[in-house]
């Protein structure tokens, strides 16, 4: 973005955008302190799991990641990452709450916008872009631009005070914990089977899972396997936040991701393997835990609302206009 095409925005200070496929360990500690600073600002984290994983452990081939910097500086205003997959284009994005107000955003989207019509030469750029928590901001930055809400994800949250049923499997089934190493290769493929439809858990590669493995956060006592026969049927793989991490002074622990083979659909394997780690983080000491759910899957919306969980906040993903 040239100085002149900022100036004509309407932004006090254009900021420059440099594309890089992956970026430098200090460039990733500017982009943790701008994602932080949005976090506390807006209540809720700007990026998820897949970018922080970019941004740590290398990105994926069709993804990119965007720095927007002060000319003449070396300040990281705001940042976006964008990347490929079976619907087409799709990206977060975010702007340090200090430098809002004064048409960053709207050039960094117009940056995003030109570099996918870059990428797709003789069709108009698609592009579809994550907007979590869903903020005032974020709506007149989609209005602006004519993006349509495509896409809700509901955040649930319930208090692991009140009383939890004990989780009943189906005769012959047995359950125990993850085995890092061992269970990597049938994980993912019980994963890839449960997820098929889904587009971000259905695209976890090998790779991702072990980059998660190698996180602080990963803990395989808290990774639970339903196998019968030797054959995995399902699973629960849970996580905790460390207080601050979702801009609450406390640990929080998350229902990470539930996923059941199709040939064992119908065996109430969902709501046992819940009901078995939502127990574990009570065991751990925490107090609450949450969950992220598509706004459109109502069957598990209704599990999970049977299992005393209420709606916390809503991501939307807006789509360009076609």
């Known amino acids: 973005m040239t100085r002149a095409a900022a100036a004509a925005s309407g932004v006090r200070a254009g900021p420059l955008f440099v594309e890089t496929p992956n970026v430098s360990g200090g460039e990733s500690q500017d982009v ?36 927007g910097r002060l000319g003449g500086t070396s300040t990281v205003v705001a940042y976006a990452h964008l990347t490929r997959d079976a619907d087409g284009a799709s990206a977060h994005l975010v702007v340090h ?9 709207t ?8 570099l996918v ?19 005032a901001g974020a709506q007149a930055l989609a209005a602006a631009r004519h993006f349509t809400r495509a896409r809700d994800l509901w955040q649930l949250r319930r208090d692991l005070a009140s009383t939890l049923p004990d989780p009943s499997y189906p005769e012959g089934v047995l359950v125990r914990t993850f085995r890092p190493g061992s269970d990597d290769e049938a994980w993912m493929a019980l994963n890839a089977a449960a997820f098929a439809s889904h587009p971000e858990q259905g695209q976890l590669t090998v790779s991702d899972l072990r980059h998660r493995m190698a996180q602080p956060w990963f803990d395989p006592l808290g990774f639970f396997l339903a196998e019968r026969d030797g054959a995995l049927l399902g699973s629960h793989w849970t996580k905790v936040h460390p207080a601050g991490e979702s801009v609450g ?3 929080i622990g998350e229902v990470y991701a539930v996923g059941v083979h199709p040939a064992a659909q119908g065996l109430g394997l969902g709501k046992a393997l819940t009901l078995t780690g939502l127990q574990h983080l009570r065991g751990a000491g925490l107090d609450a835990v949450m ?11 209704r599990l999970y609302e049977r299992l005393g969980f209420t ?12």
């Open 107 to 114: 050039l960094l989207l117009d940056h995003l916008l030109d």
């Open 291 to 301: 969950l992220y759910v598509d706004g459109d899957n109502r069957a598990a919306v």
């Open 117 to 135: 019509g870059r990428q797709d030469r003789n069709t108009s750029p698609a592009l579809r872009v994550w907007a979590n928590g869903d903020t």
């Open 311 to 322: 709606t916390s906040y809503v991501d939307v993903m807006y789509a360009s206009p076609t």
């Open 32 to 67: 943790a302190a701008l994602t932080e600073s949005a976090a506390v600002a807006d209540g809720v984290s700007p990026i998820d799991d897949q970018v922080r994983t970019e941004l740590a452990f290398g990105t994926r081939p069709e993804a990119r990641h965007v720095l």
């Open 249 to 251: 002074s406390t640990p």
């Open 97 to 105: 709450p200090r430098h809002r107000r004064h048409g960053v955003g």
